[in-house]
C-alpha cells in the first residue's frame, strides 16, 4: 500500500471536495415497467416516454415486426420495427412530404415507392390526380392500417383499384426496373421508404438501396418532374448532409430544396426533399 506524502493528501482532498460537490441536482422519473412498450428513440437516439395504453396490432410480417398501439395524446400509432411511423395526429408529416399547396397534382401522374400506411395516398387523391400508382411491398402494413388507422387512410386501402389508383403489392425497384424498360414517366416520384441512416459515411447497404431509388427514380421522371422524400430529424444534420451529398452526384444533374415540419409522434422536426432536374 502506497502512502502520499501529506502535501499531496491534503491536495487531493481538495481536488475531490471540489469535484465531487452537488452545485445542481435533479430527480429523473422512475422508467414504467409493464406489458405495452411505452419507451422510443429520437432520430439521434433520444429516449422519448410515450402515453401508449394499448397494443391493438401486432404480426412479424416476412419483411419487419408491424405493430398499431394506442397512444392518449396521438391515437393510433403504426410502428414498424420498434419505431414510430406514423400516428393519426401526424396529417402534417403527410401534408409536408406532399407540399400541399406548393405542388399542384391535378391531372398530374404519380407513383408513390413504399407507403404502406395509405396517408399519403388519400391525401393525393384528393388532390384530383390523373392517376396514382402505389408501389407497396408489405400486404400485412396495408392490412393493420386499413382496419385501425382509417382517419389517416380513409377507405384508399380497402381496394386495390378505384377509378383514378393502383395498388400493387410487389418489390418497387423490381417494378420501378420494369417502367424504365417500357419507358414509363411521371410528373411525380414519391420515395416514402426506409429512412436516410445514422453512419459516419454513407455506406452499406440502406445506403445502397438509397443510391438505387435515387437512380431510378430520376430515370422515371418526366423533364419537369419531381422526386420528393422524407430524410432524418433535423437534429441529425450529419446524414442530412451526405444526403445532399448524395444529391450532387446524381446524372442528369438535379436541383433540390428542403422543408421541415414538427411532427407530433416524432416528437421532432423532420426533414423532407424536393428534387428536380436543373434546367
Keep these: 500500500m502506497c502512502t502520499l506524502p501529506p502535501q499531496l493528501s491534503g491536495n487531493l482532498q481538495e481536488v475531490l471536495s471540489d469535484k465531487l460537490q452537488s452545485k ?15 419507451y422510443f428513440i429520437t432520430s439521434d437516439e433520444r429516449i422519448l416516454e410515450y402515453d401508449i395504453d394499448e397494443v391493438l396490432f401486432e404480426e412479424k410480417s416476412p419483411y419487419q415486426k408491424v405493430q398499431i398501439v394506442h397512444s392518449k395524446s396521438f391515437g393510433n400509432l403504426l410502428l414498424l420495427d420498434d419505431l414510430q411511423n406514423l400516428s393519426e395526429r401526424d396529417l402534417i408529416y403527410t401534408e409536408t412530404l406532399m407540399q400541399r399547396g406548393k405542388e399542384d397534382y391535378r391531372d398530374k401522374e404519380i407513383v408513390i415507392l413504399g407507403g404502406g400506411d395509405g396517408a399519403l395516398l388519400w391525401e393525393l387523391l384528393k388532390e384530383q390526380p390523373k392517376f396514382v400508382t402505389m408501389l407497396e411491398l408489405d400486404k400485412v402494413v396495408m392490412d393493420a392500417c386499413k382496419k385501425y388507422m382509417r382517419s389517416a387512410c380513409g377507405d384508399c386501402l380497402d381496394n386495390y383499384n378505384g377509378s383514378n389508383y393502383e395498388i400493387i403489392v410487389d418489390d418497387c425497384v423490381k417494378v420501378l426496373n420494369n417502367y424504365i424498360k417500357e419507358g414509363r414517366k411521371f410528373d411525380y416520384v414519391f420515395g416514402d421508404l426506409t429512412d436516410v441512416p445514422i453512419s459516419p459515411t454513407p455506406q452499406g447497404e440502406v445506403w445502397d438501396f438509397i443510391r438505387l431509388i435515387l437512380n431510378n427514380s430520376l430515370k422515371v421522371l418526366k423533364p419537369d418532374g419531381k422526386y420528393m422524400t422524407h430524410a432524418n430529424g433535423a437534429s441529425s444534420p450529419t446524414s442530412l448532409e451526405m444526403l445532399e451529398s448524395e444529391f450532387s452526384k446524381l446524372q442528369p444533374s438535379v436541383t433540390f430544396t428542403q422543408d421541415s415540419a414538427f411532427v407530433p409522434s416524432f ?8 428534387v428536380s432536374f436543373k434546367k
Design 267 to 274: 416528437m421532432e422536426d423532420w426533414v423532407f426533399y424536393q
Design 24 to 38: 445542481k441536482s435533479h430527480r429523473l422519473p422512475a422508467i414504467k415497467r409493464g406489458t405495452v412498450d411505452r
